[in-house]
């Protein structure tokens, strides 16, 4: 189309916009279906867009002068090209219905961005989160335990409440208790968990990636997450503009501080157990 029509048509719009009574604003939804044809047509979506965007609350009234203007434009037939005129009619219309989507895109895709991104992180982080903090709140309560026994035993040896051999006998008792909980705790451990980890490991290692792996397991175990991401990669090839959104192997650093929780509760298990064993000695040395 020709760039003077073109600003003609625009600049017609924005008038129209301008000067639009609420009454005429309010009579487009029963006007705008008359102009299901043509080029217009093919481009019915974006129109419904439009009046959607004008009606909803989270749109300033400065945008919302705007798509009145280019829906006026679309209904009234005083055009810079009258609609009457065949094939080309309709030109001029589409130009600035056109306009007019990609500039409420820009105000309305990074909230759209926003949402997707907020429901991306409620489903995926609790999903995982939950199963994260089961394991890890299952092995601090089992470390707990077990430490407590131990820490139990080793004063009896230490303090002889009852004797040095009856608490000889009785320290062992915890001990021999300890060993049976962690063994039994392991195994429970094992068999609730092993096929997690083994399907962790093969898909960071099938990735040769540690975030790369981690994601893939995620979409493949959650097929909820899955899901999403697909909706998210497609929304991506057909908006741009969402292409800030995060992808599976950005989430990952989400739970890092779980590991690194682990992490510390592993070495703080071998310290503390270091010393207690150190000072059990000690003092049975004395």
Request: hydrophobic share 50%; charged share 25%.
């Amino acid at each position: 189309m020709d760039k003077s029509i073109k600003k003609k048509a625009l600049e017609k719009a924005d008038s129209l916009g301008n000067c639009a009574t609420e009454k005429e604003v309010a009579e487009l939804d029963e006007k705008l279906p008359a102009m299901k044809k043509g080029v217009i047509a093919k481009v019915w979506d974006k129109v419904l867009y439009l009046w959607e965007k004008i009606k909803s609350p989270d749109i300033p009234a400065s945008l919302k002068i705007v798509i009145a203007g280019a829906l006026l434009y679309l209904v009234l037939p005083l055009d810079v090209l009258p609609d009457a005129i065949p094939g080309i009619g309709l030109l001029d219309d589409l130009t600035v219905i056109l306009t007019v989507v990609r500039e409420v895109s820009k105000y309305a895709l990074p909230k759209l961005e926003k949402k997707l991104e907020k429901k991306f992180y409620e489903v995926s982080y609790q999903k995982i989160d939950e199963k994260l903090s089961q394991i890890f709140s299952s092995m601090l309560c089992s470390t707990l335990i077990t430490f407590l026994i131990n820490a139990a035993g080793c004063c009896m040896l230490i303090f002889k409440p009852f004797g040095a051999v009856p608490s000889r006998y009785t320290a062992i008792g915890f001990f021999s208790v300890a060993f049976i909980y962690s063994a039994v705790r392991i195994i429970i451990y094992f068999k609730k968990y092993v096929r997690i980890i083994k399907k962790i490991l093969a898909s960071i290692y099938r990735k040769k990636n540690f975030a790369q792996g981690i994601a893939d397991f995620v979409c493949t175990e959650y097929k909820t997450i899955e899901y999403i991401f697909t909706g998210i990669r497609i929304a991506k090839n057909i908006i741009p503009e969402l292409s800030d959104i995060p992808d599976a192997p950005e989430i990952v650093n989400v739970f890092k501080d779980h590991y690194k929780r682990r992490l510390i509760l592993a070495v703080l298990v071998i310290v503390v157990y270091s010393v207690l064993i150190a000072l059990t000695k000690f003092l049975l040395l004395l």
